[in-house]
Structures are given as C-alpha cells and as structure tokens.
C-alpha cells in the first residue's frame, strides 16, 4: 500500500513538473551562474565582449534621430548583446537564431521593448494606473502586460518609470506615479512585482528596468531632457526613493537618464551609478543608458567627443549602450590607449551576461518564442476585462453637483467633443503594441451600455486643436488626428443645437494622446484649442453639463471647475476606455480614483504639490498682509490637492485616535480613525495618512504621506481603519545627512485627501 503510494506520488510530481515545464516553469539552469559566465567570459574576445555592451533598435518605434544601422550583419558577427523595439515569436526567432546558430560562442540576445502600461492590452496611462491607489490592480496590470511581453517574444520591459513630478508641463508626468515618493515607492514596487513575478526564468515573466535613474521627472521648466539641479537631501528625502524601492524589489536592471545632474549628466555620473546605485544600493544587475545617451554627452558639454563620452560612460557604471554605438566604436581603442581596462569592459559585460542567464537564455534561447502561446495569450477575454475593470478604478471624479451624475439610462444625450469617437487616444502614449483599431471609444461604450434606451445626439463642437503644424507633427509619430475644415462657429453651432435637444450634455474633451509622453512638454495647462469656447457655449444652453477629462497630466481647469455639473478625469485608459468610462457614468462603477499629482489654478503656480515647506511667511488667509508668502493674482492653494477624488457617496471621518500621546523610537504608535459611508451606495474611499514634524534639524514639509488603505464600505457601514507609525516612518536625512528622527512634536493626520483631514498630536521621547 505504501509502495503504491509512494509510486503514485512520484507519477503525480512527475506530471507536475512536465506540466509546468510546458507551461514554462524553469528548467535547471546549465551550471550555476558564476561559474558559468566566468567560462563563458573566458573564450570571450575584446571585441566580443564589447559586443555584448552593444544595445540596438530594430523595429518602428524610435525615440530619437539615430536609427541603428546594418543589425543583422552585426549580430552574426557578434557585435550585438541586446536588441529592443522587435517583438513576435517569428521576428523574434529570426533574429535570436542569428545569435545562436551565427556567432561563435552562440550567445544568446536579450528583447526589450517599451512596455509601460500593458503590451497588447492596454491599460490607464501610468498617472492614471496610479490614482487607483489600488497596488493589487497595478501590480496586476504589470502582470499581464509581462505575460502579453513575454508570449511576444520579449524577456525584457523598459518599465516602471518611477521618475517623482511635481511639474505638469512635463510630458512624461503622464508615466509617473506622480509627485509622492512614499506612494510612488509602493507603485514601483508592485511594478516590479508584477513584471518579474517570484521566478524571473519562468518563460512568462520579463525583466523589469527600472527609469530613469535619475530625477529625470525634476527638469527645470517642465522641459523635456533639460537639467535637474537639486540639493542632496531633496534627492535622497524624496527624489530617489523610488527608485530604490523598485531596486529593493528585485528590480534586474536599471536605466540611466538624459538629464544633468548639478553638473553631471546621469549617464557619466560615477556617483550616482556606482557610489548611490551599487555601493550604497547594493545593486548588482544591469545598467543600460537611455536611447543615444552617450552622444548626448557631447552635447550636454562633459565630452569632448564621442571617444571620451565612452571612457566616462563605463567608467561611471553603465553596461549597455542603447542605439549610439558609442562603446563599440570606441571602446577598442580606449584599451589600446590603456584609457579604459579590459577588467572594466569585463564587469560590464559579465552583468550582461548575467541577466541572460537569470532569464534562463543560455538554457533556452527560444523560450520567448512559442506561436501558439502566443495566439492563446495576446488580449484574451480575461486581459480585456481586467482592463476594463483596471480602467475604471483609475478615474477621478472631480467634480459632481446636482446629481449630474451617475447619468439614467433614459431619454437623450448630446455626446459631444473631439475625444469622443476617438479609438486612438483611448490608448495614450507610450501604448506599446496595442492595437488603437481595437480600443473602445466613449461612444461605442455608451452605445453599448445604453443600446437602444437613450438616443445620443453627437457633434464634435470642436478640433483638439486647430494648430495644424503641430496635428502634423503628432500624427508623423503614431497620431491620428484630423482637422475639421469647418469653422469654429460652425462646429460649436451644431453642438450647441444637438446639446439643446438632449436631456443632457456629455462633452468629451481634452488633450490628445501625443501631446502628453516624450517630448511633450507644454507651457500651458488648459485644455487646448477651441474646446473652452464649446464648453462655454454649451454651459449658455442651460443643459446640464457633464465633462469627460483626458489628460496625460493634471490640467488648470478653473472655468470648468466653476460651470460645469461634472467633471470626470479619465485620462487615457487604455484598450477599454470606452466601456469603462460608461461603467462609471451610468453607475455600474462608483469612482473610486484619487489624483496623485496636484491640479494647480494656473500654470503660474507649478511645481506645486502637497508636502511643500511651510517658509517663515506663511499666508493663513490674511487678505491685507503684504509680506506673506503668496501671489498677488491667484490663491496658493491648487484647484484640486494631492489625494483628492469624489464618489457617488460620501465618507465621514472621526478625529483619529492615538495608542499613546508619547512614544519612544522603538514603540509602534497607532493611529485609529472610524469611516462611515453616508450615502446610499456602496463606495472604496482611500484613507490616507499624512504625518508632519514640527521642528528638526532641518526643515519639514507641512505633510508627508505615510499609509493609505483603500477600502470598501457598504451604503451606512462604519469601519476602523488603523494605520501603524514606526521609528522609520519618522526619520528623515538630519542636517548631518544622516538617517533618523529626532525628539519632539509631530502631528498626524488622517482624512481623504491631503487637505481634508482630522488631525491629532503625539511626542517623540
Ligand atoms: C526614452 C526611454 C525609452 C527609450 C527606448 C527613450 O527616448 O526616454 O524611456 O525606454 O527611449 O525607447
């Protein structure tokens, strides 16, 4: 009996691990991973070696005016460790089959892409992804989109971007989890977690690369690519943090950034990338530079040519050279000259190589290659719905008076604005392989919800913008917009009679994709165009008005914060939008999104966030007091504070209560607050935890995000929410630079946003 037993659990664990094998579990490794690259670097030539340092673009997306040339002779010859912007089991293998049937030593090449929110099915742009405050939706969409990657043939993500910005005319803020360090840690790490899984050889997880390290989010004037000049502490306090939590994550490679650092462009910033990232961060995996990064250093004037560019590039930390050729053109001749030694190109090349072996390729180099995964894989029913799902959580309701919304599903809608038929935009920017023919608009969405119970009455009212230089731009890459040639008048006119014959007004407006992302800064934050004039006008018909927002960043929206009914920040939500964005104003979804970056009045006011300093001059409301800290024009105050967000019900907060009035640095103080549902529907609130101390060694900002939990509450329920304070959560870099927290007066707060909040005080022994 036991015999059979016995026999029948070794039957059993043997399917198993067939099983999974098919499925893609890791298959034993050849040998244990020092041993074997260090074989494997032993028949390496120099040139080999530099080979591997080498990352090229093959594909149609280019981020810069380099394009790499003459691929495939290169990879036969070994010349190429990496290639990125390729994707498809077939592309995929035609190209790896080069490295491994071509070359010498076969080594395999890594597949990286640009995977930022979802590869085939796309999910909320990252700002958007963020205002869920929801980390499993956000390490689920991670997931996914690694699964999609890794069926497509790829085992290697640019992404999560963790840049920290406090700055909305910065394109990229769209990537960002916005401006909070705490909560952008926690979203990087889910990040991480999600694309990497436990078991990075598994054939469906990728490797993460953490960007752009760093403070790339921080450019002077919202520019994009221009300098960051910032105090240490600022860096480790806020800016780098991250960063860091995605490395501590398990994060297996990182990106250098484009821009200067106080003098120092990132890319030959030894400091940053070898001191803070290696030695400090323990950080042992690859580091590869940003697209032409290292010819950049010549103009960013710290080298003279691309020669030198090379010798400081190594020299400061980074592995791979993405798209500029400027190791392997250089480097051969650097060693001649003894300016670089090949110990150097050797550490570099080794932890190429081990991120190879980590993904299992010198076991496998095919693994990513499986057609038939590949088919059952890509945008399945359960990824579309769970981007759909995803997609709803991340909207913000701004704004909703007189029960505009949720919107009945009767009598009729005058669907009206530029973004509404739209299927392009609904995927944003940075859309990796998505398909925009198969994005759900908003109109496709409401007709779906609605079928036949509401007429809509649709006008597009207006243009995006009626630049046409600039529509010529955005469609040159990846845009597809087209403009009215009929006037204004007239496209607003024919709005204006559609809104008169409806019941309501939906004016679906806003940014178009392209004008958010990469090279996409703006020096305004309005909503471009004539669509301030439509809005104005359909506000005359007396209708009620409700704004669906797409943004890739907060926008200074004053007048539409005053007139109209509603307002709902969608931001680009990806393959689903659509039907989504209906979910939430028919009701069949309580918004639940909280923005992460603040809304500020107007652009005069930026960077303006939440957990700034309080200065000597504080302006408590003083209306006649001149030397206040403060504008003449406008309040200091945003339109809408970090953490804000509505819902189709009401929480209420009790003041929060305390363990103990007194802790000492190794206590636990705990914070307790009871929230009730007022309303008649079930809502998620996002409890946040704000925490500010007094006075130290160096000044502190007026508040500090130091927990949040999201949760559900049925319609009349009450719950205690307890949030749990250690030492750690009270530390801070001290005017020696060193990390603790001092003695004192702190006070905590708890409430539903950074403004709107109860608050209590306690002691630090
Ligand atoms: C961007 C990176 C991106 C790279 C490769 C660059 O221009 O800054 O975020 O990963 O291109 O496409």
Redo the contacts with the bound molecule.
């Keep these: 009996m036991k015999q059979t037993l016995i026999i029948f659990i070794i039957l059993i664990s043997f399917c198993t691990s067939f099983a999974q094998k098919k499925k893609g579990a890791a298959p034993a490794q050849p040998k244990d991973m020092n041993t074997f690259v260090n074989q494997l670097m032993g028949q390496m030539t120099l040139e080999e070696k530099i080979g591997q340092l080498n990352l090229v673009?093959v594909g149609f997306?280019?981020?810069?005016p380099i394009v790499s040339k003459n691929v495939e002779e290169k990879i036969q010859k070994g010349l190429v460790g990496g290639v990125?912007?390729t994707f498809t089991p077939v592309a995929v293998r035609k190209l790896q089959q080069m490295a491994v049937e071509k070359t010498r030593l076969k080594i395999p090449l890594l597949f990286?892409?640009?995977v930022?929110h979802g590869h085939r099915t796309i999910f909320p742009i990252p700002l958007g992804l963020s205002a869920s405050w929801d980390l499993q939706a956000i390490e689920r969409s991670a997931r996914i989109a690694g699964d999609e990657a890794s069926a497509d043939g790829l085992n290697w993500v640019?992404?999560p971007?963790v840049d920290i910005s406090r700055d909305p005319r910065w394109g990229?803020i769209a990537?960002s989890a916005g401006e909070d360090p705490f909560y952008g840690a926690r979203v990087a790490e889910a990040m991480v977690r999600g694309y990497q899984g436990n078991d990075l050889t598994l054939a469906n997880t990728v490797m993460a690369?953490v960007?752009?390290f760093a403070l790339?989010g921080a450019a002077q004037a919202g520019r994009d690519y221009h300098t960051v000049d910032m105090s240490e502490r600022t860096m480790r306090q806020e800016y780098l943090v991250p960063y860091k939590a995605a490395i501590d994550a398990g994060s297996g490679s990182v990106?250098s950034?484009?821009n200067d650092i106080n003098g120092i462009p990132a890319a030959a910033n030894q400091w940053l990338l070898t001191d803070v990232l290696r030695k400090q961060w323990g950080f042992t995996g690859l580091v590869a530079t940003?697209?032409?990064a290292l010819n950049e250093l010549v103009p960013h004037g710290i080298a003279a040519d691309e020669k030198e560019a090379a010798e400081l590039a190594l020299k400061a930390g980074n592995d791979m050279d993405?798209?500029g050729e400027v190791f392997l053109n250089n480097l051969p001749q650097l060693v001649k000259e003894g300016k670089v030694t090949e110990s150097q190109i050797n550490d570099a090349c080794k932890r190429v190589l081990e991120a190879k072996f980590k993904l299992g390729l010198f076991d496998d180099p095919y693994r990513y290659v499986d057609n038939q995964r590949a088919s059952q894989t890509l945008m399945k029913k359960e990824y579309r719905d769970a981007a759909r799902d995803i997609a709803r959580r991340s909207m913000v309701l701004l704004k909703n008076t007189n029960n505009a919304l949720p919107l009945k599903k009767t009598g009729s809608i005058a669907l009206v604005g530029p973004l509404a038929k739209s299927q392009r935009d609904m995927i944003g920017n940075?859309s990796g392989a998505g398909d925009w023919k198969k994005a759900v608009s908003v109109e496709q969405g409401i007709r779906n919800a609605v079928g036949n119970s509401v007429k809509i009455n649709y006008a597009k009212g207006a243009n995006i913008t009626d630049d046409e230089v600039l529509v010529k731009r955005l469609n040159a890459h990846g845009g597809d917009l087209d403009i009215d040639t009929r006037s204004s008048e007239q496209m607003i006119q024919e709005a204006v009679d559609v809104a008169k014959g409806s019941d309501v007004v939906v004016a679906v407006v806003g940014e178009s994709q392209g004008m958010t992302g990469?090279?996409a800064s703006r020096a305004e934050l309005n909503i471009p165009g004539k669509q301030l004039d439509l809005l104005k006008a359909l506000k005359q018909t007396g209708k009620p008005l409700v704004i669906v927002l797409m943004s890739g960043r907060p926008l200074a929206i004053s007048w539409e914060d005053e007139n109209a009914d509603a307002i709902l920040e969608t931001w680009f939500a990806g393959t689903e939008a659509g039907n989504a964005i209906a979910d939430v104003l028919f009701g069949a979804y309580n918004p639940s999104g909280k923005i992460t970056a603040t809304f500020p009045r107007e652009v005069g006011q930026v960077p303006i966030y939440y957990s700034m300093k309080n200065t000597g001059r504080p302006y408590g409301g003083e209306m006649l007091d001149k030397y206040k800290s403060r504008y003449l024009d406008v309040p200091n105050d945003p339109l809408y504070p970090f953490g804000f967000g509505l819902s189709y019900t009401t929480f209420e907060y009790s003041e929060p209560k305390l363990n103990s009035s007194e802790i000492s640095t190794s206590d636990k103080l705990t914070v307790t607050c009871t929230v009730t549902n007022k309303g008649s529907v079930d809502g998620e609130e996002v409890v946040q935890l704000y925490v500010r101390d007094i006075s130290g060694s160096v000044t502190r900002p007026v508040k500090e995000l130091k927990g949040f939990q999201k949760i559900l509450l049925k319609a009349g329920e009450s719950r205690d929410v307890t949030f749990t304070l250690t030492n750690s959560d009270l530390s801070f870099y001290r005017k020696d630079m060193s990390f603790g927290s001092e003695p004192g007066k702190f006070t905590v707060f708890v409430g539903g946003n950074s403004r709107d909040v109860k608050h209590a005080d306690f002691n630090l022994k």
Excluded at 61 to 64: E, I, N, Q
Aim: charge should be negative; charged fraction near 25%.
């Design positions: 673009s997306d280019v981020t810069g990125f912007n990286g892409y640009d930022i640019y992404s971007m990229r990537e690369c960007k752009h790339y990106m950034s484009f940003d697209y032409t993405m798209v940075w990469e090279a």
